[in-house]
């Protein structure tokens, strides 16, 4: 069974960068798209970036397109989520995830493997 497991995290100022790292405990090249969720408290999960299986295929929230990036490096098994110009409505645990799709991804799933989550704090 496939497993994810996240680094990175943080507190960091408004206007600042972070990156989300996502180890997987296998090659998911080809096979499964790559999702990135986060949690703000209170509000319901929503997903912020994918990649798709063959990684020709990536999207965006509005809320974060121009601001994260998401990429992949097949030869590490790592996913990555870049994060700059963050703001304070940023703040929430973000999930890495994986699901079986090839061609496309879609934001909000389905996605049938999570990483344990990472905090990310926005605040001055």
């Known amino acids: 069974q496939l497993q994810l497991v996240q680094s990175g995290g943080g507190l960091v100022q408004p206007g600042g960068s972070l990156r989300l790292s996502c180890a997987t405990s296998e090659s998911t090249k080809d096979i499964y798209a790559i999702g990135w969720f986060r949690q703000a408290p209170g509000k319901e999960r929503e997903g912020v970036s994918c990649?798709?299986?063959?990684?020709?295929?990536?999207n965006y929230s509005a809320s974060v397109k121009g601001r994260f990036t998401i990429s992949r490096d097949n030869a590490k098994n790592m996913v990555y989520l870049q994060m700059s110009s963050l703001k304070p409505e940023d703040t929430g645990v973000y999930y890495c995830t994986a699901g079986a799709m090839f061609r496309l991804c879609i934001l909000g799933g389905p996605y049938d493997y999570w990483g344990q989550g990472a905090q990310v704090t926005v605040s001055s």
């Open positions: 990649v798709s299986g063959d990684d020709r295929y990536t």
